[in-house]
């Protein structure tokens, strides 16, 4: 009984930074993978990030890596993705997914977010 709310979007100047939050209320597992998408204008669905409670192993998309950094809070049951060096080609609806299992993929993830607007001014 996932769901997973975001937090965090808005508008910010390229070069800057912004902090995405996605809190998990009900969770059924301690041992999920969540995962950040983004989806743009006309464009498909892509993967940004994603960590293993397990050990809170991270994976990045190649667009995003070096630049953005994913976390997690236990406690809170809360996913962070912290944004750095922004470009106007970041501005996307961004998506927290969870899936159950520690095992990593981009893939076969069963439960979303609403999303969260991010745009990035040049």
């Known amino acids: 009984q996932v769901q997973l709310i975001e937090s965090g979007g808005g508008l910010v100047q390229a070069g800057g930074s912004l902090r995405l939050s996605c809190a998990d209320s009900g969770r059924a597992f301690s041992t999920y993978t969540m995962g950040w998408f983004r989806q743009a204008p006309g464009k498909e669905r892509e993967f940004v990030a994603a960590?293993?409670?397990?050990?809170?192993?991270?994976y990045y998309g190649n667009s995003v890596k070096g630049r953005f950094t994913i976390s997690r809070d236990t406690a809170k049951s809360t996913v962070y993705l912290q944004m750095n060096s922004l470009k106007a080609e970041d501005t996307a609806v961004y998506y927290c997914?969870?899936?159950?299992?520690?095992?990593?993929?981009?893939?076969?993830?069963?439960?979303w977010g609403q999303g969260t607007q991010v745009t990035v001014s040049s």
């Open positions: 960590i293993t409670w397990s050990g809170g192993n991270t």
């Open positions: 997914a969870a899936k159950p299992g520690s095992v990593y993929s981009t893939g076969s993830y069963n439960y």
